[in-house]
């Protein structure tokens, strides 16, 4: 029998927290990748009513494929439920977000939702942001360079990020610095302050006070839901 897959676990788990007729924001990910198939399998075995708000065009493309309904921001000024994933969530539920680089879009969506699930495995847990995975932050290609040596003064160490040899560029065609802290954010609340204080910074990867739920998968098959 093969071991179970927590983001599988917690994927699938949060999509129990789904009712008809929601307005639902879908993040992105491979943990968020469970949720979508369960989801989808919800619209056609139940003939769940929902209206999916994708986060990135990796997740529009899956929806659609699946066939959960999709509607857009010009349409929503308020989302019931969001589920995402998370790269790094502290004690507080404070987070670092953007490994899969859709951190501007799931900012906003995450913004503007009622009540946001986040689904993990156990390593993503931490007692302090900036420990075990570098932050994110979105920024225009015209000022990357200005940003760049305005996040060294706030005590980061970028990096362009690259995939497969070539520059990355996000959904949104800005490209993406992903900040290493030699002691991990010692201060999430005064670094997002500071960092929304950089002109051509567009997000930060960052998520201060947005997460109400946390579901984490185990390797053991079992779930935890905690809620702050
Ligand atoms: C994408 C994200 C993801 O939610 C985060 O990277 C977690 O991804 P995964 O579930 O694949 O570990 O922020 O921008």
């Not at 949720?35 to 929806?63: N, Y």
């Not at 920024?139 to 996040?151: K, M, S």
């Not at 500071?194 to 990867?205: K, N, T, W, Y």
Request: proline letters at 5%.
């Amino acid at each position: 029998m093969s071991t179970p897959n927590p983001k599988e676990i917690a994927g699938r788990r949060a999509a129990e927290f789904v009712e008809d007729d929601m307005t639902v924001g879908l993040g992105t990910g491979s943990t968020v990748h469970f949720t979508l198939v369960r989801l989808a399998e919800r619209v056609r075995d139940e003939r769940l009513r929902i209206r999916g708000v994708p986060t990135s065009i990796d997740t529009e493309r899956k929806a659609r494929e699946w066939g959960i309904p999709l509607t857009t921001l010009d349409d929503t000024a308020t989302i019931d439920l969001t589920i995402d994933g998370a790269d790094e969530i502290d004690d507080a539920f404070q987070m670092v977000k953007g490994g899969g680089g859709a951190l501007l879009r799931e900012k906003v969506v995450a913004s503007i939702s009622r009540r946001e699930v986040i689904v993990v495995g156990p390593e993503k847990l931490v007692k302090k942001l900036g420990s075990t995975f570098p932050l994110p932050i979105e920024v225009v290609p015209f000022a990357h360079a200005t940003v760049e040596r305005r996040l060294r003064t706030l005590g980061a160490l970028p990096t362009l990020r690259t995939r497969e040899g070539r520059t990355y560029t996000t959904d949104n065609g800005n490209l993406i610095l992903d900040c290493r802290f030699e002691h991990g954010i010692a201060d999430p609340h005064a670094l997002e302050s500071d960092l929304a204080r950089i002109p051509g910074l567009v997000e930060s990867g960052l998520f201060i006070d947005l997460a109400h739920i946390l579901v984490i998968g185990h390797p053991t098959g079992e779930c935890h839901v905690r809620k702050k």
